[in-house]
């Protein structure tokens, strides 16, 4: 909801339309839309096992598809083919996995995805060493680090660790934790790892991506500076949660948080 009303204050030629609980009841619903966007549950509870047939039709009809956090984690084989078609990689278990550590995003590629914003550092789920497209074909790299050895101290398991990923970091070799890609036929495809920790979508450079991505794989032009919207206050995020706030929550630490990370006040 938060980046639905952001697209749709932005000034853009959009129309964001949020659908909850699932996938829609009434798939007419995404008639006519030029992106979809999926920030659900993933692995055997991803929304679009079911449908990947009709959703082949959407994307050869040229609509875009971004997939957040656990939305990018579909089983190996007909849903993992269809990703690797769509937005170019996904989470394939016993290949990727899914530590908690604090990425640093130096430098970006020239891309419209990355208009506007600035380096930034951030702690979430990154998952990484994901399953691409082979040789990367029509993928832009958009996060890239190292990730440290810590995140591989957890023993192997399908989203743990494995041999292939810690052959990767022993080596050194940066991962990508977002992604965009320009498929065969014209559309666009974007696939972003993290999104676990919602309050991570108060700091500007996190949420800035993840909305020119979105209107990306739209196909609408991505403003210079990026789309813009407007600082997020700890009552933003505390609004619309599906759960009772937890007892030890602090809400003067996420303004402090928002505060170091945009470097203003938000109450």
């Known amino acids: 909801m938060l980046m639905a009303k952001a697209l749709n204050d932005s000034g853009l030629p959009v129309e964001a339309v949020v659908i909850s609980n699932g996938f829609p009841k009434d798939p007419s619903v995404l008639n006519g839309a030029a992106t979809i966007v999926v920030y659900a549950d993933g692995g055997g509870r991803h929304p679009l096992n079911a449908h990947i047939d009709d959703f082949r039709k959407r994307m050869s009809a040229g609509v875009g598809l971004v997939c957040i956090h656990y939305g990018v984690e579909v089983p190996k084989g007909k849903s993992g083919d269809a990703f690797l078609d769509w937005t170019g990689g996904y989470f394939e278990t016993h290949w990727s996995v899914n530590p908690h550590w604090t990425a640093r995003y130096?430098?970006?590629?020239?891309?419209?995805?990355?208009?506007?914003?600035?380096?930034?550092?951030?702690n979430d789920e990154w998952y990484y060493h994901m399953r691409f497209v082979s040789k990367l074909k029509g993928v832009t790299p958009i996060l890239t680090d190292l990730p440290p050895d810590s995140t591989l101290k957890r023993p192997d398991g399908s989203h743990s660790g494995n041999k292939f990923a810690r052959a990767a970091i022993a080596k050194k070799q940066p991962q990508h934790m977002a992604w965009a890609r320009v498929r065969p036929d014209g559309g666009r495809g974007f696939g972003f790892t993290g999104g676990h920790n919602h309050w991570n979508w108060g700091h500007d450079q996190f949420r800035k991506l993840v909305l020119n991505a979105i209107v990306w794989t739209?196909?609408?032009?991505?403003?210079?500076?990026?789309?813009?919207?407007?600082?997020?206050?700890?009552?933003?995020?505390?609004?619309?949660q599906d759960y009772k706030k937890p007892g030890n929550y602090n809400p003067l630490r996420i303004k402090r948080m928002l505060g170091q990370w945009n470097g203003v006040a938000s109450e």
């Open 218 to 240: 739209a196909k609408i032009d991505v403003p210079a500076a990026g789309v813009r919207s407007r600082p997020l206050t700890v009552r933003d995020l505390e609004a619309n």
């Open 106 to 122: 130096k430098a970006f590629p020239k891309h419209p995805v990355t208009r506007g914003v600035k380096s930034f550092s951030i």
